[in-house]
């Protein structure tokens, strides 16, 4: 293994030059073009930094095949790329290249944020011309890194995963070894490319000389033209965001039209409700159905289910079983005793090959989520806590029950509910603030206490420091926000009065 | 139609619904959003928005939204 990942690429390139890999709404890229283009990017970034390796490289996306490309140009000059939206606001992305401090950012979306100012950014297009030529060989260890993925932290600073070509390779070995993946597989890629769902489309189809269809994301709130495109390209596999399914499914989609050649469908971010499941069952009946668990600390997924029957409402969809090179397994609230017997709650935890480098320049956040496994005599094996709950069913399958903490699972998207107190606190009006998820409704409520009542203002504010998913839905005013005998604002009494 | 500004004021404080022409081309209603307001357009005025009418055309700004509804209610 010289190349890691991109070994693939090259690999595809030879045996299928002319077949797509991967197509946009307005472009469409064969494996010959991306390896030619990731292969003349790489070698004029290796020389930008210096021929030094392991770097971390920005990536302003977009929803195209040109994000591609430049994850895999990283990755062929021996660096790892750090997915940017440039939607996000200026803050967040200032936060998030705080920790990263690129020497280099790709901008492979044509907009560039003002967050990125003071750094170097070069145009993709401004590197992906030239002849072909082989690819120099860029003397990649599997252990090295290969993208860097933020999530939400508790703190207000967004944490970056670290992962690497390692657990990359063993994600798409795994599920291909209990998964009917191969070349004829058209997957339809949902998930943005800073989300690491997305992951799994792009090596997965890689890994298969397969092929994927980027989809607009506009195209999930005008659900007709949806499935005009899944139809019209074939598409056949999906590993999407239950929130995508929550959307359609809310927009009554089906009764119009659905996805006609899907036959593998895979589904993860949070559980989804059994009555959805029954939905794509009806109309697509002898298709495949995988329930998908895990967070991005583990590189996309630890555990898998295979559907094997219809639910009933209201019954929860297993997290099932881990896949191949992963154990996963319950911890007592102590964590230092295993949770084996069925209806037992214990903490999900998990190691194995798909464990995270940790947390890019966080050492500390690193030690405590990435600790040493108790059960393990004799050497110290790196376990990572999901914080996650979970019981066995009788069939020894994972069920998830619910969260150790305050993160809560929201548009498949994690949101630690301090974040967005923090952002709200730091609004010069606002003098406290407190988040509550209402899970019934899936909506983000806010309270706060400020000098004066200004919903709006608080809501522009929290616009510029927060993505979209993480703006409160219904924000209450108070004069005094109501407190619990320690000072803080009373969570159960907010609770109870206004989300049930 | 008082009713259908009232609802996407209070849901959507800041965005400017005078002025906003692209509200789905441009992204600022996120395909959440569209749930959520079509599900309030359905109870408020007694619709049912099909995923046929869910264009672009439809929902691009209040002026196109209000026509949907008076649309809809006439029916």
Known sequence: ?500 | MQKLYDILNENWPDIDFEKEEKLIDDGVLTSLDIVMLVGELNDAFDIEITADELLPENFNSASAIEALVKRLTAE
């Open chain 1, 1 to 500: 293994m010289a190349n890691g990942v991109t070994d693939w690429l090259w690999e595809a390139a030879c045996a299928c030059p002319a077949k797509t890999a991967f197509s946009d709404s307005s472009e469409t890229v064969t494996y010959w073009e991306l390896a030619r283009q990731a292969a003349s990017a790489a070698k004029k970034i290796r020389r930008m930094l210096d021929g030094e390796k392991r770097l971390p490289v920005g990536v302003l996306i977009g929803r195209n095949a040109a994000s591609v490309t430049a994850f895999l140009a990283v990755a062929a000059a021996g660096c790892f790329y750090v997915p940017l939206d440039p939607s996000l606001p200026e803050k967040r992305l200032r936060d998030i290249l705080g920790v990263v401090k690129p020497r280099l950012i790709l901008d492979a979306s044509g907009k560039v944020p003002a967050a990125v100012q003071g750094y170097a950014v070069a145009p993709l297009s401004e590197l992906t011309g030239g002849e072909a030529e082989y690819p120099a060989d860029a003397g990649i260890m599997d252990s090295d890194p290969l993208y860097c993925i933020f999530t939400s932290g508790s703190t207000g600073i967004p944490k970056g995963v670290l992962i690497s070509h390692r657990s990359v390779i063993n994600m798409a070995r795994a599920f291909s070894t209990v998964l009917p993946i191969d070349e004829s597989s058209v997957f339809g890629n949902q998930a943005p490319f800073d989300f690491d769902v997305s992951v799994k489309d792009i090596y997965l189809t890689l890994y298969h000389r397969a092929r994927t269809v980027i989809l607009e994301k506009s195209l999930f709130s005008i659900p007709k033209r949806l499935m005009e495109v899944l139809n019209r390209e074939r598409v056949n596999t999906l590993v999407w965001s239950v929130s995508a399914m929550k959307i359609l499914s809310a927009l009554r989609t089906f009764r119009s039209a659905y996805p006609e050649h899907a036959r593998l469908i895979m589904f993860s971010g949070e559980a989804l409700p059994a009555r959805i499941l029954g939905e794509w069952q009806d109309v697509l009946p002898d298709a495949q159905y995988v329930n998908l668990y895990g967070p991005t600390e583990i590189t996309c997924n630890c555990a898998y289910y295979r559907v094997n029957r219809r639910f009933a409402d209201g019954e929860p969809i297993p997290v099932g079983k881990p896949f191949d090179n992963m154990n996963v397994f319950l911890l007592s609230p102590g964590g230092e005793s295993p949770v084996t017997q069925p209806g037992e709650v214990g903490e999900i935890c998990v190691t194995g090959a798909g464990l995270a480098l940790g947390y890019y320049a966080e050492p500390e956040k690193t030690a405590r989520a990435f600790v040493t496994n108790p059960l393990t005599k004799g050497w110290d094996e790196r376990m990572y806590r999901t914080g996650d709950l979970a019981k066995y069913d009788a069939d020894g399958n994972l069920v998830f029950v619910g969260r150790a903490d305050s993160q809560v699972k929201y548009m498949g998207f994690r949101i630690e509910l301090g974040e967005i107190e923090t952002a709200a606190q730091s609004v010069p009006f606002v003098q406290s603030a407190c988040c509550l998820f209402d899970e019934r409704r899936e909506e983000l409520w806010l309270f706060y206490q400020a000098d004066g009542q200004n919903d709006a203002a608080l809501l522009a504010a929290l616009r510029e420091k927060l993505p979209s998913h993480m703006i409160p839905r219904r924000v209450r005013y108070f004069e005094i926000l109501p407190q619990n005998r320690t000072g803080k604002p009373d969570r159960g009494l907010l609770r109870q009065t206004y989300l049930t």
